[in-house]
């Protein structure tokens, strides 16, 4: 029983709103995100094959992006999957423990993309700002510490999130009017007291969202200065290309996380909550490998390279 308090054994299982109960539209939401996820599996796994498999992108700039795509992967497969279950069996529930795993890992990724963005920010700072000194500060092995570092951080910063979420009691309801285990639906049916751990989302938020943001701002400010004083347009266009593709995905995902989660509980909406995590969740992590690789000409001269020797077999 949902109005029992306490729930200290944690057996029972939440309902998920999945945006709609009305039955017709159940089967066209499954297409659509069975296309989505498809098309982000392929897509960022189609990056990370390329560059692990071409010695040629082993540079500090396509090591981040493989990692971005392959944390793609792993973000959006921490929802999706889920969500095509339940659309496709109707079985919309999903357990306490399963819930948990799922918040955890879902923050933890968020987490890492954000810090992930911010450093290959930095990447770029670097190479525009500071060419001569760029194989000396961002080689391989100071890449991969970076990477290390980022990772690691990602997953320590939410531990005690999901840690103090998985002791609050849910005696108003079990039933989570989202798609998936977020924090800010679950903080709405508990009947603990969130004030800590919605001081600490705001800290938090603080920490990682405004900080990566405010250090990225400051990258870019120090990469257009320079930029705008190279002499050659050729030069300057090269320069904005290499940045350009980053720099929309860093837009488009503060903004969408901002408006998420730098708010109160009590403003949550279930409907603008739900736009603004099928933007970050699902659209972003699809656009991301067509974003960084479309006007890439040194990554699209690597595929023609490879599809050309898989012809002659």
């Keep these: 029983n949902p109005l029992t308090p306490g729930n200290l054994s944690k057996s029972f299982s939440?309902?998920?709103?999945?945006?709609?109960?009305?039955?017709d539209l159940q089967l066209p939401?499954?297409?659509?995100?069975?296309?989505?996820?498809?098309?982000?599996?392929?897509g960022n796994s189609a990056v990370f094959t390329t560059i692990t498999l071409s010695p040629k992108?082993?540079?500090?700039m396509y090591m981040f992006l493989g990692s971005l795509s392959f944390l793609d992967i792993s973000y959006t497969s921490t929802t999706l999957p889920k969500l095509l279950h339940m659309l496709y069996t109707q079985q919309k529930t999903i357990s306490f423990t399963g819930c948990m795993i799922q918040l955890y890992?879902?923050?933890?990724?968020?987490?890492?993309?954000?810090?992930?963005?911010?450093?290959?920010?930095?990447?770029?700072?670097?190479?525009?700002?500071h060419p001569l000194h760029y194989a000396r500060l961002m080689n391989q092995n100071h890449c991969a510490k970076f990477l290390s570092g980022v990772w690691v951080a990602g997953f320590l910063d939410t531990i005690p999130h999901a840690t103090l979420t998985a002791t609050l009691s849910f005696c108003k309801s079990h039933?989570?009017?989202?798609?998936?285990c977020d924090i800010i639906p679950l903080l709405k049916i508990t009947c603990s007291d969130t004030s800590t751990i919605e001081i600490m989302t705001y800290i938090n938020g603080v920490i990682v969202l405004i900080s990566t943001f405010a250090l990225t701002s400051i990258s870019y400010v120090f990469i257009i200065r320079?930029?705008?004083?190279?002499?050659?347009?050729?030069?300057?266009?090269k320069a904005f290309s290499t940045c350009t593709s980053h720099l929309t995905c860093v837009i488009l995902?503060?903004?969408?996380?901002?408006?998420?989660?730098?708010?109160?509980?009590?403003?949550?909406?279930?409907?603008?909550?739900?736009?603004?995590?099928l933007l970050y969740i699902s659209f972003i992590?699809?656009?991301?490998?067509?974003?960084?690789?479309?006007?890439?000409?040194?990554f699209k001269a690597i595929v023609s390279k490879t599809r050309a020797k898989r012809s002659l077999f």
């Excluded at 939401?29 to 392929?42: A, N, P």
């Excluded at 989660?261 to 403003?267: D, G, L």
Aim: glycine residues 2%.
């Design 14 to 23: 939440f309902t998920v709103q999945c945006f709609t109960a009305e039955e």
């Design 29 to 42: 939401l499954f297409i659509l995100f069975l296309l989505i996820y498809l098309i982000t599996i392929l």
């Design 57 to 60: 992108l082993h540079s500090p």
């Design 105 to 129: 890992f879902f923050m933890a990724f968020a987490c890492t993309e954000g810090i992930l963005l911010s450093t290959m920010a930095y990447d770029r700072y670097v190479a525009i700002c």
């Design 175 to 180: 039933h989570i009017d989202h798609f998936f």
């Design 226 to 237: 320079t930029i705008l004083k190279i002499q050659s347009s050729q030069g300057r266009q």
């Design 253 to 277: 995902l503060y903004v969408t996380m901002t408006c998420s989660y730098m708010r109160p509980t009590e403003s949550y909406n279930p409907g603008l909550d739900s736009f603004f995590a």
């Design 285 to 298: 992590p699809m656009f991301n490998p067509f974003i960084y690789t479309l006007k890439n000409k040194e």
